[in-house]
């Protein structure tokens, strides 16, 4: 009796093992999306970000629909328009002076670095799936100085000067929290097309250095399209 039951236990153990290897999946993927983030204001500052296009290269590993991993790797460029409004101080009574706006246009690159916990199932050729995770965005200016323009105009008339100054640029790692879901389609056996959007929570860079820093977060939205090939 003792023999049977250990033969049972055995037999129901190699088959769990088999049915959650039906679930295992290792692959690489390659996706490119768009990449749509929020503008900050804070502090004087109101600080842009262009929309831009980008790429994403994943290594994921699937153990079960609970147990999943992955490491990433995405770059796009992640261009910066700096705005700000100050009230020097004036004279009493003096109408020559008033507000000063200050602009500025940082061309910069992103690059990320993740790793995520996925959560998925496997139903025919498809796969849904949901991740989070986080890790580091680098945002990295083109130019070590970029033109900053002023436009000071006087307050009893329209009278405006305009003056151009170079400002210095830095490089900025941040934190970033991501979160995203979407769906594997197998269409050849080891082939099949990824469909996804991911979400990017940071606080906004802060690369030029003469606006004060918004010290806000802001988020980024991408949608992606893309082919995994799995092991």
Not at 47 to 74: C, D, F, K, M
Not at 85 to 107: D, K
Not at 129 to 137: D, H, K, R, S, T
Not at 162 to 190: C, M, N, R
Request: with cysteine; hydrophobic share 40%.
């Amino acid at each position: 009796m003792r023999t049977s039951s250990h033969l049972h236990f055995l037999s129901a153990f190699v088959l769990s093992i088999a049915a959650l290897s039906l679930h295992a999946q290792t692959d690489v993927s390659a996706s490119v999306y768009g990449a749509f983030s929020s503008a900050t204001t804070a502090n004087s500052t109101v600080e842009s970000p262009s929309n831009q296009a980008g790429a994403l290269v994943e290594l994921r590993h699937i153990w079960n629909p609970l147990a999943g991993v992955e490491a990433t790797y995405s770059y796009n460029r992640a261009n910066q328009a700096y705005s700000s409004l100050t009230y020097p101080p004036c004279p009493v009574g003096g109408s020559a002076c008033g507000p000063t706006t200050t602009t500025a246009a940082v061309p910069a690159n992103a690059h990320e670095i993740s790793g995520d916990w996925v959560a998925s199932v496997k139903l025919a050729n498809l796969r849904p799936f949901a991740l989070a995770g986080g890790g580091v965005l680098l945002n990295v200016p083109t130019a070590g100085t970029v033109t900053a323009t002023q436009t000071s105009c006087a307050l009893l008339n329209s009278l405006c000067s305009l003056t151009t100054t170079s400002i210095a640029t830095e490089t900025q790692t941040k934190a970033v929290f991501v979160y995203g879901a979407g769906v594997d389609w197998t269409v050849l056996p080891h082939l099949g097309v990824r469909v996804q959007y991911r979400g990017n929570l940071y606080r906004a860079p802060d690369l030029a250095t003469v606006f004060a820093s918004t010290n806000s977060f802001t988020h980024s939205s991408e949608p992606m399209l893309g082919a995994f090939f799995r092991f």
